[in-house]
């Protein structure tokens, strides 16, 4: 059965999503062996303009009210900020070298799974209903994402049909 995900951490799991596919896109070029230099240039676009502000929303929002609930020293959080910080390294000197595209999409993809079904569990388990309408609130005012605002959406029409979706 598949997990229910808290409406406060919706919007963050909507950019999971996206950047599921772009970890999809950059292993098709990968295995296709061709538009590499393309696929880093979308990916370094896509950092910039998604996952930055992402990171931003999870370290200034979720952070603190996660260290309130399971305490400033869980090893779970030191994993959140270490992953950001190394794909940010990895994202910086990304170019169409295939072993830094695949080392970038690696650790893409086991953030994110370890964010899903790790964290977002604990946050679901431990942090008070209470608090988690000023989580929602805080990381859609920094992803500048109202709620029902419909997003531009990045995915080829090959793969969704859909060029808008509501967040
Ligand atoms: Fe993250
Ligand atoms: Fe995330």
Known sequence: MPLQRDPSLVPLSHD????????????????AGAELD???????????????????AEEEVLLPVLRTALGAEHPLLAMLVDDHRML?????????????????ANLLERHIRFEEREL?????????QAARADVEAGVRRILNRPAGAPKMCDVPEDVAPLKWRER
């Not at 772009?22 to 098709?28: E, L, N, P, S």
Request: net charge positive; glycine share 4%; proline share 5%.
């Open 16 to 31: 999971h999503h996206d950047a599921l596919l772009r970890v999809f896109h950059i292993r098709q070029a990968l295995r």
């Open 38 to 56: 393309a696929a880093a240039t979308a990916t370094r676009q896509f950092f910039a303009r998604d996952l930055v502000p992402h990171f931003r």
């Open 88 to 104: 940010e390294r990895l994202a910086r000197d990304l170019d169409g070298s295939p072993q830094r595209l695949s080392a970038f």
């Open 120 to 128: 977002f569990q604990q946050y679901q388990g431990h942090v008070p």
